[in-house]
């Protein structure tokens, strides 16, 4: 069996003290916090006296008002509950995604499936080459490892979807593999170019 080779001082074989850069080496900045370090799943430090008592003093109500849009120019989120966000959950994720009219995200895939609630709109997805439609009241499922895209199919109105989905937990178990086929538009579409996502949302 070969020897492992030697570690600079102050590091671990195998441990880079650089997080670099997310979803599969991307070539490009898209948006800052898939270039970021970020908390997936926090430590579970101290006493089971003090875990409790932090956990029963989170808030149970939170408000998307207090949370900003990020990304553009066609797709923006807002994040409400994961644990980088909040303390109050540990296996979940939830976050609001909008879509300008007529736009478009990323096309990409991961291990952990995820529910989509459409708040407002009308849409479409492509998973793994077929398409899926959805309105306002409906609820979209994306399935495990499926790549897949998010398109808004009106040419008038926002599309704007509550997300769901267990991936922190995904995650501690390993099952962290995720791909970006391809990146979220650059460029807003033709006569959108001063759109920005809801400001009641």
Partial sequence: ??????????????????????????????????????????????????????????????????????????????????????????????????????????????MNSAIFYCMRGQGYDIHDGIRYDYEAGDIMVVENGCVHQHFNASETEDLVMLVMKAKPLFLFMHMLFQKMAKYPPKEARPGWEDWTPPTDI
Wanted: charged share 25%; net charge negative; hydrophobic share 30%.
């Fill in 1 to 110: 069996m070969a020897d492992k080779p030697d570690a600079p001082a102050g590091m671990e074989v195998g441990v880079s003290s650089d997080p670099g850069p997310g979803h599969n080496q991307p070539k490009e900045v898209v948006w800052e916090r898939w270039q970021r370090k970020r908390t997936f799943v926090r430590a579970l430090e101290g006493t089971y006296g003090e875990l409790q008592e932090k956990l029963w003093n989170q808030p149970r109500v939170y408000s998307h008002l207090d949370m900003e849009w990020h990304g553009g120019p066609q797709l923006f989120d807002k994040t409400i509950i994961n644990p980088q966000k909040t303390d109050v959950a540990q296996s979940v994720e939830t976050h609001i995604s909008c879509i300008a009219p007529g736009g478009t995200g990323q096309r990409h895939g991961h």
